[in-house]
């Protein structure tokens, strides 16, 4: 069964770090996939859409939104067919549901050009 599968949400303080994980291999292994797509990262808080956090495509390029440009890194670890972030410098504004998404037809990060979404992984930070 192809599922995206999150991992790595928990607490935090502000200024602290956490890496979330999304394990990929159903999805790039099966027939749905294609490698001219894009991976990425959403949030939502409560009453609020889902908004993109940062995408990548095959060969790793990345784009940020604004809000947490050079505080979060995606990547992809083809050995362990995950789906990376690595989030530092943690504020109270990044409390939210994570989402990792697959299947972005075009570099956008408009949750509406993704096919595929995981269950989520909630990330509080508080102090």
């Known amino acids: 069964q192809v599922s995206l599968v999150e991992s790595g949400g928990g607490s935090a303080q502000p200024g602290g770090s956490l890496t979330l994980s999304c394990q990929i291999s159903s999805y790039v292994n099966s027939r749905t996939y294609n490698p001219r797509t894009f991976l990425g990262w959403f949030r939502q808080t409560p009453g609020n859409q889902r908004e993109g956090v940062a995408i990548?495509?095959?060969?790793?390029?990345?784009t940020y939104s604004e809000s947490v440009k050079g505080r979060f890194t995606i990547s992809i670890d083809t050995e362990k067919g995950t789906l990376d972030m690595k989030m530092t410098s943690l504020r109270t504004a990044d409390t939210a549901m994570y989402y990792c998404?697959?299947?972005?037809?075009?570099?956008?990060?408009?949750?509406?050009?993704?096919?595929?979404w995981g269950q989520g992984t909630k990330v509080t930070v508080s102090s």
């Open positions: 998404a697959a299947g972005g037809v075009t570099r956008t990060l408009d949750q509406r050009f993704f096919t595929m």
């Open positions: 990548i495509d095959r060969s790793g390029l990345a």
